[in-house]
């Protein structure tokens, strides 16, 4: 892993990490930007392909850490004042990594080699803060992945990787073009559709069979799920709550319900 001084704005090398503030390259280039030294660490152990590394000449101390986890990545490292021109905010974590935006996974073939029986579904879900904690809950529950709708928000953001501490990255994501058909089809294989609701009709999630394939449906933070995803779904699911009290966020409710499937699966 070189390690490159770069003294001027105008160097190539520094095009991705240029007015983060800004733009989100994620979409069109097919990069993303890491930020900080966990979630940068977490890049650079994980099946993602990593470009670079951009470093502050006040990190310095995190040099030999970026050599012993990943040997052949070019390491950037620029004064502190450059970097801060250069992202077009204040660069106080210092850190920063480049990464390949992975191709979208087929959550089938995962399924078939993951130990795991669970897959998260988030429909609309556009809350940057919320999709970031439910990666970190899917990484940290087990899921084999997680489908995302149209109109989540992008999961290879700075801030969902941040929020997330860079768990997405180890991940299996499928940003699903038409997201009933992709149901469907998880349907097909013998997974059973279970939807987040606030319904008095709902099963209460301590009722539910955790044995099952499990496909686990939460939606936008505002709407819920659609009439359309719900009416496709095998299970309607509720978490029981005192009389009065709102809905929950939808990323705590998400753990609860990971917590509450993954709670006695190993005994299936």
Known sequence: MPVISVDSL???RLAPYRELKRSNLT?????FVAEGRKVVERLLTSRCH?????VSQRQANFLDEARRLRADVDVLLVPQELGEQLVGYNFHAGILGCGVRPENADLLTVGQTSESRLIVACEQVNDPDNLGTIARLARGFGASGLLLSPGCCDPYSRRVLRVSMGNLLDVPVC??????AEL????AAGYRLLATVLDDSAVPLIEVDRCAKTVLLVGNEAYGLSEEVQALCDVKVTIPMASGTDSLN???ATGICLYELTLRTARC
Do not use: Y
């Open 250 to 252: 939808v990323a705590l």
């Open 50 to 54: 990593a470009e670079s590394v951009l």
């Open 184 to 187: 469907r089809r998880l349907q």
């Open 175 to 180: 940003e699903a073009t038409d997201f009933v």
């Open 27 to 31: 979409r069109w280039s097919g990069l």
């Open 10 to 12: 105008d160097d190539p």
